[in-house]
């Protein structure tokens, strides 16, 4: 299983970005994905996670109302729509898939076991 993050970059605070994860090796619609990110000098943490229904979605508080994310299981991505963004959310961001199919997602870093290479977001302001 591979997972390709891209969509990263420069953006002025307050401005938009999309970030996508390409999934292949194994069909996603069966998984719930995970978004993480590490800030320079801080550790993983985690960002929203979305059910492999896509009916359900979780963020971590910091990016509540600003952050979306979808999946779009006929092209085997998983979506990030950063909105509003912060110089915080200056990171390397992270897409993340578990072992196991229909698996409830939590925002616990361990238990997810596959791992995108991430994709830089810096946020000017």
């Known amino acids: 299983v591979q997972l390709q993050a891209s969509g990263g970059g420069l953006v002025q605070a307050g401005g938009s970005l999309r970030l996508s994860c390409a999934a292949s090796?194994?069909?996603?619609?069966?998984?719930?994905m995970g978004w993480f990110r590490q800030a320079p000098g801080k550790e993983r943490e985690f960002v929203a996670y979305i059910t492999w229904t896509g009916r359900s979605t979780v963020y971590a508080d910091p990016v509540k109302g600003r952050f979306t994310i979808s999946r779009d299981n006929a092209r085997n991505t998983v979506f990030l729509q950063l909105n509003n963004l912060k110089p915080e959310d200056t990171a390397v961001y992270y897409c993340?898939?578990?072992?196991?199919?229909?698996?409830?997602?939590?925002?616990?870093?361990?238990?997810?076991?596959?791992w995108g290479q991430g994709t830089l977001v810096t946020v000017s302001s």
């Open positions: 993340a898939s578990p072992a196991e199919r229909f698996w409830t997602p939590t925002n616990l870093e361990y238990s997810y076991v596959y």
């Open positions: 090796g194994r069909t996603i619609s069966a998984y719930a």
